[in-house]
């Protein structure tokens, strides 16, 4: 078996963190937990992300890179918004499946007065990506589409929160529902 790379070790460091900040939050990410999860020394973790703040504002971008990813795929894999929609929202249903996991950079915004800036500014960058992409799925027009897309981004998060609150993820589903029934979104 070949030894473990710095890259691996840092990959492994950056999905743990994910998994801890979706289930609990950012205040609950601790460099201690964190290397047993990784089998690491904490010295370790530090080596890599030297500040919790640096550690935090790395996930954040890493997530944020993977739904420009995403949304890539959504455009070229779905014809109409409709559909483009439903593959949306089944991203944060599939956080919900996922041990009642919330969105990671849902979840840092709800904790804003507790981030470093570092952070904030990743999860700033989130909100844009996906308002912009809402604008264009959406083909929302106007001097207020971006607040429109944030209406619909922020609707889908409280759907999200609403069923984890709940422990069930039937009420994101019907919430996702009742919003494409009123007319929010196809």
Excluded at 26 to 41: D, H, P, Q
Aim: hydrophobic residues 50%; positive net charge.
């Amino acid at each position: 078996m070949a030894p473990e790379t710095k890259l691996d070790t840092r990959q492994a460091i950056l999905d743990a963190g994910q998994a801890v900040v979706q289930a609990r939050g950012y205040n609950a990410l601790s460099f201690r937990e964190l290397a047993k999860t990784v089998g690491i020394k904490s010295a370790s973790i530090h080596y890599h992300f030297p500040t919790k703040g640096d550690l935090g504002a790395a996930l954040a971008k890493r997530y944020t890179e993977t739904a420009a990813k995403a949304f890539d795929q959504f455009l070229a894999a779905a014809p109409d918004a409709a559909r483009r929609m439903r593959l949306y929202t089944d991203v944060f249903r599939a956080a919900l499946v996922n041990d009642n996991r919330m969105c990671l950079c849902g979840i840092l915004a709800a904790e804003k007065a507790d981030l470093p800036g570092e952070v904030m500014a990743e999860v700033d960058k989130f909100i844009a990506l996906n308002v912009a992409w809402l604008v264009q799925v959406l083909d929302l027009a106007g001097p207020d589409a971006a607040q429109k897309a944030l209406a619909v981004l922020s609707a889908v998060s409280g759907a999200q929160l609403m069923a984890r609150g709940g422990g069930d993820v039937a009420i994101y589903d019907r919430t996702i529902a009742a919003y494409r029934t009123a007319g929010l979104f196809p």
